[in-house]
């Protein structure tokens, strides 16, 4: 496995070693010993999630503010652009974001510290997105910041309005929202 580093050294872009021939693929998608090789980090997944969403779903931008996940995530059908945005007010990239196409042909996976909200818009006609989190999942300490948030910028690759749930539409501004200290 080979770490990538991102304009924001914590979050990391991920490379597996892909073995291939005319028959198909093989690689391991999560070994606790090479992940930790590569990224110098020993972590304990709790969780295991899977969603499937259509073109132009987008997700995010999610966080617990107690409870904060850790996230290593991978696209095993379709195209997403992927993003984290950076939410401890005393880091020196707090409000910056970083974001990464994953994909079922480019294998990547990002890892998204504690620390950060996360979210991702999908690019084909549906993906169907992994993710291995840190703590468990607890909505009584979810936080939701706007997607669309012009403090933060972000870029997404976008023709039309995205789709949103209605917790996604609610999205606080990014001046408003809990942060990490």
């Known amino acids: 496995m080979k770490a990538i580093p991102t304009s ?3 979050v990391l872009v991920l490379e597996p070693k892909v073995f291939g021939d005319a028959r198909g693929f093989f690689f391991e998608s999560y070994n606790r010993r ?3 090789d590569a990224t110098g980090l020993d972590l304990d997944f709790v969780q295991d999630n899977h ?3 259509a073109r132009g779903v987008l997700r995010g931008l999610h966080y617990q503010i107690r409870q904060p ?3 290593l995530v991978r696209v095993v059908v379709g195209e997403v652009f992927d993003v984290a945005v950076d939410l ?3 880091s020196p990239t707090f409000g910056h974001w970083v974001g990464e196409y994953l994909s079922e042909e480019n294998r990547r996976m990002m890892w998204v510290p504690e620390g950060f909200a996360h979210g991702f818009v999908v690019l084909s ?3 169907e997105f992994l993710y291995k989190t840190t703590d468990y999942y607890a909505p009584e300490h979810e936080r939701c910041i706007r ?3 012009p403090t933060i910028g972000i870029e997404w690759p ?3 309005q995205p789709q949103l749930s209605a917790k996604d539409m609610q999205g606080m501004a990014f001046g408003d929202a809990e942060v990490f200290e």
């Open 8 to 10: 924001i050294p914590d």
């Open 34 to 36: 090479v992940f930790s």
């Open 51 to 53: 969603s499937r969403s």
């Open 69 to 71: 996940q850790g996230k």
């Open 88 to 90: 401890r007010r005393n």
């Open 125 to 127: 006609n549906h993906a």
């Open 147 to 149: 997607w669309d948030d």
């Open 158 to 160: 976008l023709a039309d």
